[in-house]
T-cell receptor
């Protein structure tokens, strides 16, 4: 069965600190896709990254970086030098297939981690 | 990439009333989806829609829910007889044909059942 676990319910840091949000997933498929979304207080879901299971290269985008480790089924997200604007709920999500043929590509979300960055 | 626009942004309805949530027309879609997020909880899959029919639905998507493209463009979610526990944020999402596979969510509709 597919499952995404974000064990950290809430994290509070002071501005400029680095913070890592954990994501552990379960799937029986060998091909799957992992996502991170940001949900600011305004409520929308903002896409941050998608990673394919066959690409284990870590990725960096500005202050954001992602560490994908298949051996531990983890896809962790690090924010370097956090800012107040990073305060939001962050969701990790899993899709077991592309939306094609009989696959719908639905996303399975974790419970989310609320990040509070204090000035 | 094109936005996914939902209307209304917020709807308040009496328990037992029918509500219709809408996604604004989007071209080149592959699949449409509806997701629900009860306040403070995770985002949950409701239903996927492809080629004008439901391709998959979750246990949450019971007989009180329905989806359609009434005019071949707008994508709607109808809740026939709302209950208090239907209060949530409802998100429309889509993947687009011809793109590197992506997944874009609409801005959401906050439904409050009173």
């Amino acid at each position: 069965a597919q499952k995404v676990t974000q064990a950290q319910t809430e994290i509070s840091v002071v501005e400029k600190e680095d913070v890592t949000l954990d994501c552990v997933y379960e799937t029986r498929d060998t091909t799957y896709y992992l996502f991170w979304y940001k949900q600011p207080p305004s409520g929308e879901l903002v896409f941050l990254i998608r990673r394919n299971s066959f690409d284990e290269q870590n990725e960096i985008s500005g202050r954001y970086s992602w560490n994908f480790q298949k051996s531990t089924s983890s896809f962790n997200f690090t924010i370097t030098a956090s800012q107040v604007v990073d305060s939001a709920v962050y969701f990790c999500a899993l899709s077991e297939a592309l939306p094609q043929g009989g696959n719908t590509g639905k996303l399975i979300f974790g419970q989310g981690t609320t990040l509070q960055v204090k000035p | 990439e094109p936005e996914v626009t939902q209307t209304p942004s917020h709807q308040v309805t009496q328990m037992g009333q029918e509500v219709i949530l809408r996604c604004v027309p989007i071209s080149n879609h592959l699949y449409f989806y509806w997701y629900r997020q009860i306040l403070g909880q995770k985002v949950e899959f409701l239903v996927s829609f492809y080629n004008n029919e439901i391709s998959e639905k979750s246990e949450i998507f019971d007989d009180q829910f329905s989806v359609e493209r009434p005019d071949g463009s707008n994508f709607t979610l109808k809740i026939r007889s709302t209950k208090l526990e239907d209060s949530a944020m409802y998100f429309c999402a889509r993947t687009a044909r011809g793109e590197v596979w992506g997944y874009t969510f609409g801005s959401g509709t906050r439904l409050t059942v009173v």
